[in-house]
């Protein structure tokens, strides 16, 4: 299995001072760290996943001002969240031909993280940003393979599951 991971990192890119940003936000990931993580992710999950013969993540970084911006547009809330996930499979679109469809990479879907929500949330639940942001990348995954959380149970499931996927990279929440 195959797994692209296309990582736009407006955040740490687009920041006007380098130095500042990774002063207050230290540790930024590199993109083949993001590509082990969901190569490793999506290898226990075979069975949430379409027979392809590789597959596709777009994941971008941003701020809070992005993220309240594209929350407010897709969800009518204006307000800055942590993570938000659209998913390319809950697309109703006409089904390839298995020739066709076994042929190329499937897209996934985006992920779109605010770094600056991630280390508010690292630093008030006592844990890096590093392990913040492979939290929010789970979710975000779990999201884009059609788990949701409705209810309390589905909730608790969704947070196992994101439990275990951390734990398969080595890290670990500070609870």
Not at 38 to 54: E, G, I, K, N, V
């Amino acid at each position: 299995m195959e797994v692209e991971v296309t990582v736009q990192d407006y955040f740490f890119s687009a920041s006007e001072s380098q130095s500042d940003v990774t002063e207050q936000y230290p540790n930024p990931i590199p993109t083949e760290t993001w590509e082990s993580w969901f190569y490793q992710w999506l290898d226990t999950m075979t069975s949430d996943l379409p027979p392809a013969p590789s597959y596709e993540i777009s994941l971008r970084l941003t701020d809070d001002t992005e993220i309240k911006s594209i929350n407010g547009y897709y969800r009518n809330k204006n307000q800055p969240t942590d993570v938000l996930a659209f998913a390319a499979l809950e697309v109703d679109a006409p089904a390839l031909p298995p020739e066709i469809q076994m042929s190329m990479p499937l897209y996934l879907g985006d992920i779109v993280i605010s770094v600056e929500t991630a280390y508010r949330q690292a630093m008030s639940q006592g844990h890096s940003l590093k392990t913040e942001l492979a939290w929010l990348a789970s979710h975000g995954l779990l999201h884009l393979l059609g788990w949701d959380h409705p209810d309390e149970a589905s909730l608790m499931r969704m947070l196992n599951q994101q439990e275990a996927l951390l734990d398969l990279v080595n890290l670990t929440l500070q609870v």
